[in-house]
């Protein structure tokens, strides 16, 4: 081989080298933009869904940074008021208040705030007015609250506001006290909204349901319950997440 060809190899391999460090570097110097999504040793079993299910809040497989304020079931088809939901964690309840909402396609069940850390498995029997049959479905999902962190807290405040920039929530995820009242300002040249999860049906908590917050313009609600409060652009569902905390 030559000299030339020993010469361009040896290039070559640092130049890889080279690359390899500064892609390293700039990995461990980025900063976190999001919570972590999967916590070490939690595995999640299969969610068993019935068959007019819509979706679930929390999702099967979410991992929240505090007590979930409801857990909220959404169906094709309206509910009867025998339907029912159990939040468990090792056997114990952690559910309070059940209810099948006026629209009748909403079943939902608020949760103990004092509920520790955990796994919690949800049950529920989704019984159909049409035929009078019902089904069983299963899913999980777990709370954290190490994964509130990296949140800003501005507990302690009476107002806060949240900018909208760059098809982005500023701060996207936040602590609060109960009594406080939010403030979303779109500083975007395009309009967005605060909503509740799930997208489309805003279930979760539907008294947070903004309408279009136009450029320039602002939103605000004051969140009086404890609990986690996940949130959503519905004009950018996938990219404009967001979760607030009440604590």
């Known amino acids: 081989m030559s000299s030339r060809s020993n010469l361009l190899i040896a290039l070559m391999m640092v130049i890889t080298i080279a690359l390899a460090v500064f892609s390293?570097?700039?990995t461990s110097s980025a900063p976190q933009q999001t919570p972590p999504q999967t916590?070490?040793?939690?595995?999640?079993?299969?969610?068993?869904?019935?068959?007019?299910?819509?979706?679930?809040?929390?999702?099967a497989g979410a991992i929240y940074p505090g007590v979930p304020l409801n857990i909220v079931i959404d169906v094709e088809a309206n509910l009867t008021d025998s339907s029912s939901m159990s939040i468990q964690q090792s056997g114990k309840e952690y559910?309070?208040?059940?209810?099948?909402?006026?629209?009748r396609v909403t079943l939902r069940r608020y949760m103990d705030q004092a509920a520790p850390d955990g796994l919690y498995t949800v049950t529920y029997t989704a019984c159909w007015e049409s035929g009078g049959s019902c089904e069983d479905g299963m899913f999980q999902f777990a709370i954290d609250r190490s994964f509130s962190s990296p949140y800003t807290d501005w507990r302690g405040q009476s107002?806060?506001?949240?900018?909208?920039?760059?098809?982005t929530k500023n701060?996207?995820?936040?602590?609060?006290?109960?009594g406080t009242n939010v403030t979303w300002v779109n500083d975007d040249p395009v309009a967005h909204t605060a909503d509740s999860d799930s997208h489309m049906t805003h279930s979760y908590y539907p008294d947070l349901d903004s309408g279009l917050i136009e450029p320039g313009a602002s939103f605000s609600h004051v969140f009086d319950q404890a609990g986690v409060y996940p949130t959503?652009?519905?004009?950018?569902?996938?990219?404009?997440?967001?979760?607030i905390i009440v604590e």
């Open 24 to 26: 390293a570097g700039c």
């Open 39 to 59: 916590p070490a040793g939690v595995t999640f079993l299969p969610a068993r869904n019935v068959s007019r299910l819509m979706d679930v809040t929390p999702p």
């Open 95 to 103: 559910g309070t208040t059940h209810m099948v909402d006026d629209n």
């Open 159 to 167: 107002a806060v506001t949240i900018h909208i920039q760059n098809e």
């Open 171 to 178: 701060p996207r995820y936040v602590i609060v006290s109960p």
């Open 232 to 243: 959503h652009c519905s004009e950018h569902a996938e990219t404009e997440h967001a979760i």
